[in-house]
């Protein structure tokens, strides 16, 4: 809500602005210099920039083609139809569809002229700049939003560490048919919420962006699809194995410690220990736990993943600084 708030007071203010400045200059049509600063104002700095190019250059193109088909064939419907159907095969081909109807509306004014003088075509110009000068100038305050992108991480990090405390609980237990895959739903939410909002943010940067909360990101999107094939194992585990419990205490251990500032250091030596320790069990008896066995060893497997992901994560955001 609040958002929406500041959105609609800036593009009502930009949208006033243009008007103004071109009542200013004495401009006909001076209502349009609003509807192109309100058309102007996209959601980020770049979109908005790189927007305001391709309707500047489909505005050359427009003129141009107007210019022709009015002299051609007069300043009317036929004169303006003609026009039309080139510009908008133009845009097509262009990738400026955006810039389509902006674009035409002001050269409709030259029908309301019926000429196309150099006080006319100024008159024209200058609502095209006036709008979207004042539309680049509105969204120029845009700043990368850190709040909300640590709320949004800070819930996908909780989100993971729910899983893990899931996993450490419903491991032990033989009977998993209540251990549905639920959770993921929530931890989905969070990381496109937090990717949104990340790719937001680094479309308001003009400079060298700053890419940590996309590559952060992207690096619980990989855990999170490792912990998704941990779940698969688990849920097929129904024995006890003597390792069982220790592997069960290590995945509760990575919850609490779970944390954006953890290097991982400690869990991996850890990781290192218990697997040691893994080794040194006695081989399994029965079928069914040498099974069991043998999928623990791949849960194992999915852990050390787990961490490494981490790990290199925490190397290249110290080689970034």
């Known amino acids: 809500m609040k958002q929406s708030i500041t959105n609609t007071?800036?593009?009502?203010?930009?949208?006033?602005?243009?008007?103004l400045a071109a009542e200013l200059l004495s401009l006909d049509n001076s209502i349009s210099a609003g509807i192109v600063a309100i058309l102007t104002i996209l959601p980020t700095k770049k979109e908005t920039i790189r927007t305001a190019v391709s309707r500047f250059l489909a505005f050359v193109i427009a003129l141009l083609l107007a210019a022709v088909s009015f002299h051609l064939f007069g300043f009317g419907l036929t004169g303006f139809l003609i026009y039309l159907a080139p510009f908008i095969f133009v845009c097509q081909i262009m990738g400026w569809a955006s810039a389509m109807a902006m674009d035409s509306v002001i050269i409709s004014h030259f029908l309301i002229f019926g000429s196309m003088t150099p006080e006319h075509l100024g008159n024209e110009i200058l609502i095209f700049v006036i709008g979207v000068g004042i539309g680049i100038a509105a969204n120029l305050s845009l700043r990368k939003n850190e709040a909300d992108m640590k709320r949004y991480r800070d819930e996908a990090d909780e989100q993971i560490r729910s899983i893990l405390?899931?996993?450490?609980?419903?491991?032990?237990?033989?009977?998993?048919?209540?251990?549905?895959?639920?959770?993921?739903?929530?931890?989905?939410?969070?990381?496109?919420?937090?990717?949104?909002?990340?790719?937001?943010?680094?479309?308001?940067?003009?400079?060298?962006?700053?890419?940590?909360?996309?590559?952060?990101?992207?690096?619980?999107?990989?855990?999170?699809?490792?912990?998704?094939?941990?779940?698969?194992?688990?849920?097929?585990?129904?024995?006890?194995?003597?390792?069982?419990?220790?592997?069960?205490?290590?995945?509760?251990?990575?919850?609490?410690?779970?944390?954006?500032?953890?290097d991982v250091r400690k869990l991996l030596a850890d990781f290192a220990a218990m697997w040691q320790e893994m080794k040194e069990t006695p081989l399994p008896v029965t079928r069914e736990e040498f099974e069991d066995r043998a999928r623990l060893f791949a849960l194992m497997q999915d852990i050390e993943e787990f961490l490494q992901i981490k790990a290199e994560f925490y190397q290249e955001a110290v080689e970034h600084k």
Do not use: W
């Open 9 to 19: 007071t800036k593009i009502f203010l930009a949208a006033m602005a243009a008007i």
């Open 165 to 262: 405390r899931r996993m450490s609980e419903r491991l032990p237990l033989e009977d998993k048919r209540d251990y549905n895959g639920d959770c993921f739903q929530h931890l989905d939410r969070a990381i496109f919420l937090a990717e949104e909002m990340a790719r937001t943010n680094y479309a308001n940067q003009f400079r060298k962006g700053d890419t940590f909360d996309l590559r952060y990101i992207d690096m619980r999107r990989r855990q999170r699809h490792v912990l998704m094939e941990m779940y698969k194992l688990i849920r097929r585990i129904h024995s006890n194995p003597p390792t069982l419990q220790r592997i069960a205490d290590f995945l509760k251990q990575i919850a609490d410690e779970y944390d954006a500032r953890n």
